[in-house]
């Protein structure tokens, strides 16, 4: 075969997809430690860490640009170019969840109620769990192609995607919590801040949903 082929032959995008995730999860990490600066009313330190995971995100974004450019409509690919798509724009809102939520919280320099740092912590943490469960499953695609969505490693993904699950059962359960005890403060709170409080629950709950449905869009991706 002419060098041509071969190099569209040996054209993937799973790396790629891994170097983008690893940059969105980075979002994610960095903004339990904006969170921590946040509930401390650190805002020097809360504007520098909003501005790293402004300048990950970019970063995500720039991967993201240069994926897409690269997926020629004819090209030779172990699934097809719209699975690709929608896979790297479900990891995007992980990144976009994480920049939303930095930047509505140093904007208007909210803080969460001190009685409920703690369950808002427990949820933070649910989310970044997710995310890295979320990370650690695509960063096995390579090795699922390698033996064709059998074995050993369908294992080891089933088990991480089984955990995705869990953590998001129980994010699900921690905003309940969260909300009802928010509802509980709201006469004594400034009546916008709760609702941005409220949305900013909401976001961080949304980055374990968003985990999960990297997930299930792998296990769509195994099935064809």
């Known amino acids: 075969m002419s060098s041509v082929i ?14 983008h995730i ?3 999860y980075r979002c994610t990490q960095l903004l339990g430690d904006f969170l921590k600066a946040s509930s401390s009313n650190n805002w020097e330190q809360a504007t520098e860490l909003q501005a790293q995971i402004v300048d990950a995100e970019n970063r ?3 991967i993201k640009q240069a994926i897409r450019a690269s997926l020629p409509k004819f090209m030779w690919m172990p699934f097809a170019r719209s699975d690709v798509i929608e896979l790297l724009t479900i990891q995007d809102r992980m990144a976009n969840k994480a920049k939303d939520i930095a930047g509505l919280m140093l904007g208007r320099k909210i803080v969460f109620p001190p009685s409920m740092t703690g ?8 989310s970044i769990n997710a995310a890295a469960k979320a990370k650690d499953a695509i960063n096995e695609l390579d090795e699922l192609l390698e033996t064709g969505f059998s074995g050993k490693e369908v294992t080891v993904v089933q088990d991480l995607l089984n955990e995705l699950n869990l953590i998001e ?3 699900d359960a921690a905003q309940i919590e969260i ?3 928010l509802m509980e403060l709201e006469s004594g709170l400034p009546p916008v801040d709760v609702m941005f409080l409220y949305r900013i629950v909401d976001l961080i709950g949304d980055i374990a949903d968003v ?4 997930g299930n869009r792998l296990i769509l991706l195994a099935s064809k």
């Open 6 to 19: 071969i190099d569209l032959l040996g054209k993937s995008p799973i790396k790629p997809l891994q170097e």
């Open 22 to 24: 690893e940059k969105t």
């Open 60 to 62: 995500a974004d720039e």
């Open 119 to 126: 369950s808002v912590q427990h949820l933070q943490g649910l």
């Open 169 to 171: 059962s129980e994010s």
């Open 179 to 181: 909300r009802a005890h």
């Open 211 to 214: 985990s999960q449905r990297i």
